[in-house]
Structure formats: structure tokens, C-alpha cells
């Protein structure tokens, strides 16, 4: 997920947070991959979860991938979304996802910040916190 822009905007973070959406949603679990720098943390429940790897990340992803499927997840929504600029080389995003079943039924409902950094041309995904 790059970004060639000299100056990064909030439709920049935008649209990044949509292709995310779509890669989870198309259950693509090497666009969701791509999305997060190698290492990356998730943090919730109380609970840190890090990814210091590519193999800890794609078991990690996959794993949750699945329980997305498990739970019968078709789509997400991006129902709230604001951006906190940290200078020139890193951004807050925080999210609030509604995602639903095929009958549009929620099957979940949360907020979620994520600390982006630029790494070279490439926005990545440095840590998530997913609020409970």
C-alpha cells in the first residue's frame, strides 16, 4: 500500500484504510500482510500481541482471517474515521469498524487506532490497538 506523494493528506489515510477494508473483506491475506511493517504489534484485550516476523505475522493473520470466516464476516464498514498527523513520517488513524454477516447482521462492532509510518516511499501499519 504506497503513497508517491510528496505530503501525506487525510484522503491519503483514507483511501489506505479503504484497501485495507477490501483486503480483509476479499479475505486476501497477503494484502492484509503487506498493510503492517515487519515487526508490528497488536494491542488488545490487555494483551500485547507481537508479530516480530513475517512467520509470527502471517500466523497471527491467518489465524484471525479464519476466525473473521468462523464468525460468518462478508464486510466491514468504515463507520467513524479520523487522522492525527505525527509529522511528515507518521500518522494515527483511528477507525471504527462495523462488520457484518450476509443477513446484515453485526457481527462486530469496535474501535481501532493504528500508528502508520512512512518506510521509504510505503505507508505500513507500525502497531494497532483495537479499543475494548
Known amino acids: 500500500m504506497d503513497d ?3 505530503v501525506a493528506g487525510e484522503a491519503v489515510f483514507r483511501d489506505f484504510m479503504l484497501r485495507y477494508a477490501a483486503a480483509w473483506d476479499a479475505y486476501d491475506l497477503e494484502a492484509i500482510l503487506d498493510a503492517y511493517h515487519t515487526p508490528c504489534a497488536i494491542y488488545k484485550d490487555g494483551v500485547q500481541i507481537a508479530n516480530p516476523d513475517e512467520a ?3 500466523r497471527y493473520f491467518g489465524d ?3 476466525r473473521y470466516r468462523g464468525a460468518g464476516v462478508v464486510g466491514s464498514e468504515m463507520s467513524g474515521f479520523s487522522v492525527h498527523d505525527l509529522g511528515h513520517n507518521s500518522a494515527l488513524i483511528t477507525v471504527r469498524w462495523t ?3 450476509a443477513d446484515r447482521s453485526v457481527a462486530s462492532d469496535y474501535l481501532d487506532s493504528y500508528h502508520l509510518g512512512r518506510i521509504g516511499e510505503a505507508w505500513k501499519i507500525l502497531d494497532d490497538t483495537v479499543h475494548d
Open 99 to 101: 462488520s457484518r454477516r
Open 4 to 6: 508517491h506523494s510528496a
Open 64 to 66: 484471525l482471517l479464519e
Open 56 to 58: 509470527t505475522k502471517r
